[in-house]
């Protein structure tokens, strides 16, 4: 019997393109640590992952990163063999609460339901785990100057009557975002943004451009950031 092959060494996270909006990566990896402690050894799911640049940083914190995508992407940074091919429109291939958390960067502007991927994320996840999620800030200044100049939010341009570039589908704005989480029986405990901008800045703009919003959202909605990342847990949990 051949002895069995040694497990290649995987790069670098720093080194590796992330096919992300800037900082993205960096910033989901701050609020993991936030929110999970120590990640030695928590089965995190990266879907879509991509090229798994995320599920090497993944790995190099010490998850055991479980990389979902569509399709197998060429060059392909993390362990190939642990690469699971699903249609994330049709259910994530993890079991009933099997995971600490999942983690999808900007992907679920690309489903054609995201309602529903919420949904499978609350199942697939522990009654303590969290879910992170990030998508194109369609409420930031920039995409609303879009909006208003060219007719579409930011990153969601129409390539035809029937396409969207990057293959994005749904813009994702923030009262959706909730009322979807609320929905699938999550509830959204935090946001962040990759880049927040200048403070000076939102302090100036955001009474102006919240002041016809519900009393509840004024000030919350974030102005500045290309990306808004949400972490969410099961609805109802109580803290220890």
């Not at 089965?43 to 640049?53: F, M, Q, T």
């Not at 998850?63 to 060059?75: L, N, R, S």
């Not at 998508?135 to 341009?157: C, E, H, I, M, W």
Request: include cysteine; aromatic fraction near 8%; charge should be positive.
């Amino acid at each position: 019997m051949n002895p069995a092959s040694p497990v290649r060494p995987l790069p670098d996270y720093r080194s590796l393109p992330e096919f992300a909006n800037r900082n993205t990566h960096a910033t989901v990896e701050r609020l993991l640590q936030q929110y999970l402690g120590d990640l030695n050894g928590k089965r995190i799911c990266d879907l879509p992952c991509g090229a798994g640049s995320f599920s090497v940083r993944l790995a190099s914190l010490g998850a055991e990163p479980v990389p979902v995508d569509i399709m197998q992407h060429e060059p392909f940074y993390y362990h190939a063999d642990r690469l699971q091919l699903a249609d994330a429109d049709r259910g994530i291939p993890c079991a009933d609460a099997s995971l600490d958390a999942m983690v999808s960067i900007e992907g679920i502007e690309h489903f054609e339901n995201p309602t529903q991927f919420l949904r499978e994320c609350a199942r697939v996840i522990k009654a303590d785990g969290l879910v992170f999620i990030s998508t194109p800030n369609v409420d930031a200044l920039r995409s609303r100057k879009s909006q208003f100049l060219k007719g579409y939010a930011r990153f969601f341009n129409p390539l035809s009557l029937y396409e969207k570039a990057a293959g994005h589908q749904c813009p994702i704005d923030m009262v959706f975002f909730h009322g979807a989480a609320r929905r699938a029986g999550l509830e959204v405990v935090d946001m962040a943004v990759n880049r927040p901008g200048r403070p000076w800045l939102a302090r100036l703009l955001v009474p102006l451009f919240s002041r016809k919003l519900p009393e509840p959202m004024r000030g919350v909605i974030p102005l500045f950031g290309d990306v808004i990342i949400y972490v969410l847990r099961h609805k109802g949990r109580t803290e220890a």
